[in-house]
């Protein structure tokens, strides 16, 4: 079997919903000849982003590495890379190695239709998380592929706004705090409340570096948030979401209440 149609194969089990041969469960080394060497080809990991989430708006592209870890000898020389993604998500790409043990590609992701990628037009139903499959080759003409060979997640970005008035304030007065959280939403490509969630308030000092956390509560039907707290000294105010498999963390700019 050719290592395109090895390719071919694995997409068709992504898209169509097929189930691979048990052969094609995990890894498959295609050794060169009949006998098994103590040098066949290994992947010992895949490293996306930097091992940081690939976090996507509504307007900017994002252009992010993916780097295949392995080994051999004389060494790798070329990988074909897929990424797969709920709701038939997919990405490919190939790259030459840089090195005997590594191997580095790029891949853009458009919030619109990325026409340099047949067509894909990303959607909130792609948002979670992916997995990376590899095919790699290597000097000496052995191939090796390698199923879930990594993995990320593929994240919605946020933004959450915070005030807290009034500003000055009287100690011992009543501070309202109010805020929004919204996300990125690939279908209209615009930010819309995130209704529902667990967002935390958090206070820290003027003369402090550290944010504590006060309370808790859950954003209404259109992502807003409103609470109230006692002043009782000078010091910033800040939302904190931690995120969700979909959709990134993200933390408020604190806001500076002034209380005499």
């Known amino acids: 079997m050719t290592r395109h149609a090895v390719v071919a194969l ?65 060494g790798l ?3 074909d890379v897929d990424l797969l993604g709920p709701n038939v998500g997919f990405y490919t790409t190939d790259t030459y190695c840089e090195s005997a043990t590594a191997c580095t590609t790029r891949f ?15 959607s909130n139903a792609n948002a979670g998380a992916w997995y990376v499959d590899t095919l790699v080759d290597t000097v000496d003409g052995d191939s090796l592929y390698v199923r ?3 993995g990320f997640r593929l994240q919605r970005a946020a933004r959450l706004t915070v005030n807290a008035a009034p500003e000055p304030v009287a100690k011992g007065r009543t501070i309202t705090v109010t805020g929004k959280l919204t996300r990125a939403n690939w279908d209209s490509y615009r930010y819309a409340g995130y209704t529902g969630q667990t967002v935390t308030l958090q206070f820290r000092p003027k003369n402090s570096d550290t944010y504590t956390t006060v309370k808790s509560l859950k954003t209404d039907g259109t ?7 006692k002043a009782a000294t000078d010091g910033y105010w800040r939302w904190n979401f931690a995120g969700t498999t979909t959709t990134a963390p993200k933390k408020a700019t604190g806001d500076f209440v002034d209380v005499r």
């Open 10 to 74: 694995t997409l068709a089990a992504a898209v169509g919903g097929l189930t691979a041969p048990t052969a094609f469960a995990d890894s498959i080394p295609v050794p060169s000849s009949a006998s098994i060497l103590p040098a066949d080809p290994v992947v010992t990991g895949v490293t996306v982003n930097g091992g940081k989430d690939v976090v996507v708006g509504t307007t900017e592209r994002k252009t992010f590495t993916v780097t295949v870890h392995g080994s051999d000898v004389p």
């Open 77 to 79: 020389d070329f990988a």
């Open 108 to 122: 853009t992701v458009d919030p619109h239709r990325d026409v340099y990628n047949e067509g894909f037009d990303l």
């Open 148 to 150: 879930h060979a990594g």
């Open 223 to 229: 992502g807003n948030l409103r609470t109230t707290v």
